[in-house]
């Protein structure tokens, strides 16, 4: 990760975190965990606590919820700030959830040096692939760090939706227009540049890594197009999350969800 992304990262960790306890951030997570918790590694089959790598891990709020689900999980970051983020949300937990979280301040495609090849049994990449230089040589370095038989989650803001929602939600055409040529748009939270990926072109990374997908889903297909006073409104919050789960699985609407999650098993 470039020193200018890592600084954004971290100038914009607390307001990450307040995203993330929002109705927008809640219903992406809830969703991602809806996606991803049938994939999750057994502690039974495995005669262990699974092991997951969360790359890009954030503020922690997937990695905390793995934890409370019994796996062993460390959260990698490049930016300290965002890790100091997930440090403070641990802290209510109990003593033997916390004792599952380690806190690793390096960049993804680093952790190779940090980790033996196969060592864990999942590793999750979300909202990170769309801000790096050479995406699919972190997902190479991932790889390689997962067991035989195990998972990757790979989620990331989807090409198609990011054309639509830079006209309907940001009255963009020219952004618009740019991002259907070259997939680019920027994340406004971090005020950063990214690039926005269709699930053919990862899938296809993904295949030449050795990796099968074995899903293909979204995560908020219509959240991000409703009228902001409508967020405020906790019924309406509350069926909006079950349109949302519904849907995530779904075509046409999971090819035109805000981001794309994609999981897929190591042969």
């Known amino acids: 990760?470039?020193?200018?992304?890592?600084?954004?990262?971290?100038?914009?960790?607390?307001?990450?975190?307040?995203?993330?306890?929002?109705?927008?951030?809640?219903?992406?997570?809830?969703?991602?965990?809806?996606?991803?918790?049938?994939?999750?590694?057994?502690?039974?089959?495995?005669?262990?606590?699974?092991?997951?790598?969360?790359?890009?891990?954030?503020?922690?709020?997937?990695?905390?919820?793995?934890?409370?689900?019994?796996?062993?999980?460390?959260?990698?970051?490049?930016?300290?700030?965002?890790?100091?983020?997930?440090?403070?949300?641990?802290?209510?937990?109990?003593?033997?959830?916390?004792?599952?979280?380690?806190?690793?301040?390096?960049?993804?495609?680093?952790a190779p040096q940090a980790f033996a090849p196969g060592f864990f049994d999942l590793v999750t990449c979300h909202t990170l692939i769309e801000y790096l230089p050479d995406p699919p040589a972190t997902l190479r370095a991932l790889t390689g760090l997962i067991a035989d038989g195990g998972v990757l989650s790979v989620s990331f803001v989807n090409h198609h939706a990011e054309i639509l929602r830079q006209v309907w939600s940001q009255g963009d055409p020219a952004g618009a227009l740019a991002c259907l040529e070259d997939g680019s748009f920027c994340a406004t939270l971090f005020d950063l540049p990214g690039v926005a990926y269709t699930a053919e072109e990862v899938s296809n990374w993904l295949a030449d890594l050795g990796l099968t997908v074995t899903d293909t889903r979204g995560i908020r297909a219509f959240a991000d197009y409703v009228p902001r006073e409508r967020l405020d409104d906790p019924d309406f919050i509350g069926a909006l999350l079950r349109l949302e789960l519904a849907a995530a699985s779904r075509a046409p609407y999971k090819m035109l969800a805000r981001y794309m999650h994609l999981i897929a098993q190591k042969r």
């Open 1 to 110: 990760m470039l020193k200018d992304t890592q600084a954004r990262f971290d100038a914009g960790a607390a307001a990450w975190a307040d995203y993330n306890q929002r109705p927008l951030g809640h219903i992406r997570r809830e969703v991602t965990w809806h996606n991803l918790s049938g994939y999750l590694p057994s502690a039974t089959n495995l005669g262990r606590a699974p092991r997951v790598l969360d790359a890009g891990s954030g503020s922690g709020e997937l990695a905390l919820r793995l934890a409370m689900h019994g796996c062993r999980v460390w959260l990698l970051d490049n930016a300290p700030a965002m890790l100091d983020q997930a440090r403070k949300a641990a802290e209510p937990l109990p003593d033997e959830v916390r004792a599952l979280l380690t806190l690793c301040p390096m960049a993804a495609a680093d």
